[in-house]
């Protein structure tokens, strides 16, 4: 054990961790649940990269001597190796904010000590004088929030690049998928599989619009406020300098907040970033919660999809429910997304005055949510949609049984007469297009190319159609 | 799974109370299964002995598996695959009558039942500790305030009695929740056309897993004038456990944070705050504020709340999904609730130590806000009259002086008897407040 001394006094700490004093006591404190800041590495990374750019500022503006500089850059690029992984043991709840920048700057401080003397504690590297240097947790935690958020809205952007490329390319193979159409999920009229798969293609596009736009929202940053964003702790030149180097180390631009007070205590931007991630979610819930209802059966459901077994399939008499279980496995994951926007919510509701919010939990569940998306969209990606196998020919016969078929006549002759045919067809059980010829409403080929459901479900074919016969229009 | 597929960061291992309730269920199987004659009592007797064992030591390489399941199939056939390589039982007799649904609600029961066991005596500390607070501070007064503005002063005593009094509410709410959990359908699914249970397994095998497991499970309650599936469909498709126990959980962490805030204001300091009360340093509060200590208990409370208001909205979510006659959703909200039974428990243990007990006034900002309370004119008025208040108030005000000056000032009173009129000791009792309100009410 090795005995280390804080404001408050002193504390043991174990000799072979390279965390110091304060994590000891954060640690003790908040041990409350099985879940560690060493299960977020995201959050770890992110104030690490921040450490490394304050350190290359302060040797800049000459706060910081070499030696000290390129020990404190050598150990924080230990942490991005994660040579020191199991050294956060501070509880994810409570485990933002101060505890984990103060974390940070002990483990650099230890390391740094020890490259340079080769003890955890001489060296002469500080966790809060030269680690620390310029920087209140204030500034470093909201800068390493908008990290996290550009990290988290990249990893879901590609995933939903994947899912959107399968539902176009497999939206193509059902192009002749002819189906029934259902609003209410009452039969209206028809419509392909592959429009359906396109149409979800085309809704996600606007999600990855909305995604790829936050990213420029996230390359702002808090450092050189410390603490309440009027900069008193910074020497001069520091924050002039400190976002260049901060974009050296991120590979890509960043920008200062142009008000850091506001910066600071800004608590819009999560809220916003997780909305987006919401919708998202919202829509590939959606998805995997119609394809589940479409493959209802196998012998009396909608039937209109079934899947491939695959072979890790587990329940030979239920060959579907594989297939099942991974759109529920992603209706699952979605609704955790949409769960976890109360968190957020309550999370940044939480703080006054000067500080936005210190709450742990709105990063957390942004991190969360992020995962629980990728999942489901992997899933959806890998399992569910190339084992997709329409039963086409049930498809089509349903599409053509539909008594909403007579749209067709009620278009051209007006909707009493329209309504006549469908009542027929539902008094005889036959289709729209035997009760229109049994009718006698316009010649036989005429009807069969009207109730052809492959013109049916094309715009341009049905106004063709509808120009070629316009002569017979009674309305 | 595929890396690319994570749903859970933790595996089954983490959740030793999880794997021993499936290890007692598949041991109560075994030997309602014996005594139906359906497996031989070595058979019995090999799976009983693993089950035991398994008991003892709840882990094992085969459940590093992610703890996410959908319909308790995977869950099911890892148990049965652990025990059948341990003990050379086929599959198939491990698991004779059970299916994998029922008996993964039976599992999820039994594990809230431990998690509430094990974790909610944090909360019965806590209540005690407001109470002991409540008598330590019973005399003191301090300044009340509504809408953030000074009233009538009344006792810590009261703040913290009240404190405890929400949260004994909202634990009693949490206790009679339980009932919903000792409800257990193993071996009563309907639903599968597969998988019909020999006759007389269910009771039997609950009445093994109440002994087993030392809680008073029972069947689902079956009223005869009700169709005969009635209720064993209820069990599976109305499962709504979760947001009842949600709700509940919900009602205890809401009041948590709530008193969270409040000490967050009290303690607001040291020296430019209401700073009435001091709570106990955990940490440096600031890595470039020397000296700077943060509330970082109540801190913690709090985003236990929030975390609650995520999975309470998980488990409505998880609920309305339920579509048809299986709820297919409802165990990735089990492990979120297991994780809020565990951080308001252990939360609230450390909340009591290191901070609650270690609570103390700061007497000089209370007596001073009690002093200088503009709310004392209350009285003023009470007594003397809203005209007389008023001419006070101006007085206070422009002169810059207390209420009692003012009143001594402007003749109102003299030095003798201000402290009777204005005397604060009577609002540590409500009967002698209102006594003394009554008897020098101010007349026309």
Known sequence: MRKEHDALGFLEVPEEVYYGIQTERNHIAFDISPLLLEDYPAFIEAVTKIKIACARTNLEIGALDKRRAEAIEQAAREILEKKFSLDFPVNIYRGSGTPLNAGINEIIAHRANEILSGFKTEGGVHPSTHVNMAQSSNDVIPTAKKIVMWEQVSRILKSLDSLIQELESRGREFADVIKMGRTGIQDAVPITLGQQLNAFAQGMKRSKQRLTQELHNCNHSCLGGTAVGTGMGCLPGFRAKVNKHLSDVLGRKIESYDDLVDGMMAIDDLIACHGIIVALSAQVWKLARDLRLMSSGPESGLCEISFKTDENCRTPLYPQRYASNSLESAIAACNHVAANNSGVLYGLKNGWLDLGACSSIPLRSIIDSSEQLVAAMNILVEKVLPSIVPNKEFCRRMAESSVSNSTMISTIFGYEVGGKVAHLALEKNISCREAAKELNILPEEIINELFDVSNLTNPDNMERLFEKYKSYRKV | MMNSILFSKRSLNSYPLFIQSYAEIKKAAAKANKDLGCITEETAGKIISCCDKLKENPQSKIFETQAW?????????????????????????????????????????????????????????????????????????????????????????????????????????????????????????????????????????????????????????????????????????????????????????????????????????PRCGISELSLPAIAPGSTIMPGKINPSMPELMLQVFHQTM???????????????????????????????????????????????????????????????????????????????????????????????????????????????????????????????????????
């Open chain 2, 69 to 269: 399941c959908i319909d308790g199939v995977d869950f099911n056939f890892l148990f049965n695959s652990f025990i059948s390589a341990e003990t050379g039982v086929q599959v198939d007799l491990v698991n004779k009558n059970q299916i994998a649904n029922d008996v993964l609600q039976t599992a999820q029961n039994l594990t809230i039942l431990r998690y509430l066991d094990v974790h909610m005596s944090g909360v019965e500390t806590l209540i005690r500790a407001l109470r002991e607070k409540s008598i330590e501070f019973q005399d003191t007064l301090h300044i009340g305030r509504s809408h953030m503005q000074e009233s009538l002063p009344v006792t810590w005593g009261g703040v913290f009695g009240a404190m405890a009094l929400s949260i004994q509410k909202a634990f009693e709410e949490v206790n009679n929740v339980r009932e919903v959990f000792l409800e257990v359908n193993l071996g009563v699914t309907p639903i599968d056309q597969f998988a019909i249970c020999v006759p007389g397994f269910s009771p039997l095998a609950i009445d093994y897993l109440r002994r087993y497991s030392h809680f008073e499970l029972r069947k689902p309650k079956i009223d005869f004038s009700d169709q005969p599936n009635t209720y064993y469909i209820a069990s599976i498709e109305g499962s709504d456990k979760f947001v009842r126990l949600l709700s509940f959980m919900r009602l205890l962490a809401i009041n948590i944070a709530r008193i969270s805030n409040d000490l967050y204001l009290y303690s607001s300091g």
């Open chain 2, 310 to 444: 995520s999975v309470d909205q998980m488990a409505c979510f998880s609920y309305i999904e339920e579509d048809i006659d299986l709820e297919p959703t409802n165990n990735p909200v089990f492990f979120d609730a297991l994780e809020i039974i565990e951080v308001i428990g252990r939360g609230s243990a450390k909340f009591v130590e290191k901070c609650v007990q270690g609570i103390s006034l700061k007497p000089f900002e209370n007596s001073e806000h009690l002093k200088n309370s503009a709310s004392l004119i209350a009285l003023v008025k009470h007594i003397f009259g809203n005209k007389t208040a008023s001419q006070v108030v101006e007085y206070c005000l422009d002169k810059k002086v207390s209420v009692s000056d003012a009143l001594i000032e402007l003749g109102f009173a003299n030095s003798d008897n201000v402290s009777t009129i204005l005397g604060l000791e009577k609002f540590k009792n409500p009967q002698e407040v209102k006594a003394f309100l009554a008897e020098n009410g101010y007349k026309d």
